[in-house]
T-cell receptor, first 115, second 116 residues
């Protein structure tokens, strides 16, 4: 299955600032996804990162707050903009590849705390 | 719309006992897949088991088995001979193909605690 490197693993940020999370995959993948997991909650899909075009956002998530880039088939970034304490969450990158785990692999997550 | 429901927020089980984690789902798709993931305190998502909607036999992976009852739209995870290391959050998820999308939708999760 695909191997994902997600960075940073954790960070503590000041409110009002922005943080960019990186997701690097060791092979070309068809689809990449970004999830948010608020404390004690389940995973909620933020958006699907599309190679060469704008990401597809889920209801309740907007590009201005969570801009996403995907310049090629192995790399994507998620930026959390103008952060507030409510953005304190685990952010996870996931990919859908052709083999392994019936397609889906997750990064190790970024644990983000806003102070 | 697809929906996954896990009605057990927390479960406490004695070591070496079997445990069943409940999952029901709702979808209008004919083709779908059901997944179970384990999330330890470290936060990583560990794939456990998969069941396709057209699979006639229940999936098994070592100590994990999936009790798939399609008519009842349930996909319960059974862990046999539980171990202390099984203590974690467990998520049921479903993949559908609505409008070409292959997104995973997750349930609320069940926190499993194994007592020695």
């Amino acid at each position: 299955s695909a191997v994902i490197s997600q960075k940073p693993s954790r960070d503590i940020c000041q409110r009002g600032t922005s943080l960019t999370i990186q997701c690097q995959v060791d092979s070309q993948v068809t689809m990449m996804f970004w999830y948010r997991q608020q404390p004690g909650q389940s995973l909620t899909l933020i958006a699907t990162a599309n190679q060469g075009s704008e990401a597809t956002y889920e209801s309740g998530f907007v590009i201005d707050k969570f801009p996403i880039s995907r310049p090629n088939l192995t790399f994507s970034t998620l930026t959390v903009s103008n952060m507030s304490p409510e953005d304190s969450s685990i952010y996870l990158c996931s990919v859908l590849a052709q083999t392994g785990n019936y397609g889906y692999t997750f990064g190790s997550g970024t644990r983000l705390t806003i102070v | 719309a697809q929906k996954i429901t896990q009605t057990q927020p927390g479960m406490f089980v004695q070591e070496k006992e079997a445990v069943t984690l409940d999952c029901t789902y709702d979808t209008s798709d004919q083709s779908y897949g059901l997944f179970w993931y384990k999330q330890p305190s470290s936060g990583e998502m560990i794939f456990l088991i998969y069941q396709g909607s057209y699979d006639e036999q229940n999936a098994t992976e070592g100590r994990y088995s999936l009790n798939f009852q399609k008519a009842r739209k349930s996909a319960n995870l059974v862990i046999s001979a539980s171990q202390l290391g099984d203590s974690a959050m467990y998520f049921c998820a479903m993949r559908g193909r609505t409008q070409g999308a292959q997104k995973l939708v997750f349930g609320q999760g069940t926190r499993l605690t194994i007592n020695p």
